[in-house]
């Protein structure tokens, strides 16, 4: 499957600051999710969006969609050390699952 | 709650040698299961997928293999490992009701190197 693709491929900023990631994505979609990745570890689930909404909340993240775009946005708002991580969207079902190439996120405090 | 346990966390192997990863699953049944592997500073690129016990589909020809002997139990095997086998090995489960809009829970993953 293709994958998805994330920008920018890294990032860094200062604690306290917004971060903010994109994705792009290549086909029709029924919704996308985003997922976090410490060093070393497994995915965690952080939000999905359905293909028609245009953008969630969840704490401190907003999730935007613009399926005319084929792209989405992950913000995550006054970013905290502890926010140091890689972010990966993911679309598609089950079985094609794409995943994007992940934005490394580093914040520094 | 639901568990995900995956075993062991590093592993080094020589060129050749058998390999065998387990994940079990608690707190759930008839979960879908998945083999990923992930290359370094890459995105995941789905191995195995499982609908329930005995039935694999793979995705990527390869010299692994999969295996569900039990619902909640999925292994990941190769005979002989290769060079290219090294990556980051992740399993992961989902609820079987709905696969569209289903999320997925990882297990910790496994980092093979093989030598």
């Known amino acids: 499957s293709q994958q998805g693709e994330e920008d920018p491929q890294a990032l860094s900023i200062q604690e306290g600051e917004n971060a903010t990631m994109n994705c792009s994505y290549k086909?029709?979609?029924?919704?996308l999710q985003w997922y976090r990745q410490n060093s070393g570890r497994g995915l965690v689930h952080l939000i999905l969006?359905?293909?028609?909404?245009r953008e969630k909340h969840s704490g401190r993240l907003r999730v935007t969609l613009d399926t005319s775009k084929k792209s989405s946005s992950l913000l995550i708002t006054a970013s905290r050390a502890a926010d140091t991580a890689s972010y990966f969207c993911?679309?598609?079902?089950?079985?094609?699952?794409?995943f994007g190439s992940g934005t490394q996120l580093t914040v520094l405090p | 709650s639901q568990t995900i346990h995956q075993w062991p966390a590093t592993l080094v192997q020589p060129v050749g040698s058998p390999l065998s990863l387990e994940c079990t699953v608690e707190?759930?049944?008839?979960?879908?299961l998945y083999w990923y592997r992930q290359a370094a500073g890459r995105g995941l690129q789905l191995l195995f997928y499982?609908?329930?016990?005995?039935?694999i589909s793979s995705e990527v020809p390869q010299n692994l293999s999969a295996s569900r002997p039990q619902d909640r139990q999925f292994i990941l095997s190769s005979k002989k490992l290769l060079l290219s086998d090294s990556g980051f090995y992740l399993c992961?489960?989902?609820?079987?009701?709905?696969?569209?809009?289903?999320?997925?829970?990882f297990g910790s993953g496994t980092q093979l190197s093989v030598l």
């Open positions: 499982s609908v329930g016990i005995g039935q």
């Open positions: 707190g759930t049944s008839n979960p879908n």
């Open positions: 086909t029709s979609i029924n919704n």
């Open positions: 993911v679309y598609g079902s089950a079985r094609q699952l794409t």
């Open positions: 992961a489960w989902s609820q079987m009701v709905s696969v569209v809009g289903s999320k997925l829970f």
């Open positions: 969006i359905r293909s028609n909404e």
